[in-house]
């Protein structure tokens, strides 16, 4: 079974469309992350969450809203996606709260392509 | 901001030899990671060392740190065909700091061992 799971695997779209991307983990584990991978491959925290609330935001703009139904999903909803949004984005699980320093299990990856 | 720097960003070696990366970062820190990402896929995790640790084994790899230097060095011994990857350190933020909570990637060095 897949610890940490995204859906889509690849996602292309037109510019100004709403998209999403969700990602579910079977761990147990109660913080999640959204991190973007660019171009080139540096990897960028988006929002992290724990036990469904929101405790980073990293400056990410509002058309990018987060949501945690429970704690084992944390989806990402995209509003008017511009071509600058096109990037690799990546969910992550970590056991317990973020700041005890354990490691992270990441999905595989959602490669968002914006036309 | 970018907390960690990665030294080289490409290295390419024989099957057999030893690689060896390097990562240095700018805040304090609560401990380190190496990551391992393949391409297309996601990140796995390799090792964790703590900011009162200096060296760590598993398996073929070696983990050092210098908290003075506020450097990290990821020995891979005898390295394989497989080892071809990227790899990325990534820094978790000590209690008070702006990294708290969070893991904070470095660049990555893109590793080719060639048969």
């Known amino acids: 079974d897949t610890a940490v799971s995204q859906t889509p695997k690849y996602l292309v779209t037109q510019m100004g469309n709403d998209k999403s991307i969700k990602c579910e983990q079977n761990?147990?584990?109660?913080?999640m992350y959204w991190y973007k991978q660019d171009s080139k491959k540096f990897l960028k925290i988006m929002f992290s969450y724990n036990n469904k609330e929101l405790i980073i935001n990293e400056t990410v703009p509002n058309r990018f809203s987060p949501k945690s139904p429970d704690k084992a999903h944390l989806n990402l909803h995209i509003n008017s996606l511009e071509l600058g949004d096109s990037a690799v984005y990546f969910c992550a699980s970590v056991e317990g709260t973020p700041h005890r320093g354990t490691e992270a299990f990441f999905g595989q990856g959602t490669r968002l392509t914006v036309v | 901001s970018q907390q960690g720097e990665e030294d080289p960003q490409a290295l390419s070696i024989q099957e057999g030899e030893n690689a060896t990366m390097n990562c240095s970062y700018k805040?304090?820190?609560?401990?380190l990671q190496w990551y391992r990402q393949n391409s297309g896929r996601g990140l796995v995790h390799l090792i964790l060392?703590?900011?009162?640790?200096r060296e760590k084994h598993s398996g073929r790899l070696r983990v050092t740190l210098d908290t003075s230097k506020k450097s990290s060095s990821l020995l891979i011994t005898a390295s394989r065909a497989a080892d071809t990857a990227s790899y990325f350190c990534a820094t978790g933020g000590e209690r008070g700091g702006t990294s708290y909570g969070k893991l904070t990637f470095g660049q990555g060095t893109i590793l080719t061992v060639h048969p």
């Open positions: 761990l147990g584990h109660d913080t």
């Open positions: 805040t304090s820190i609560n401990n």
């Open positions: 060392i703590r900011s009162n640790e």
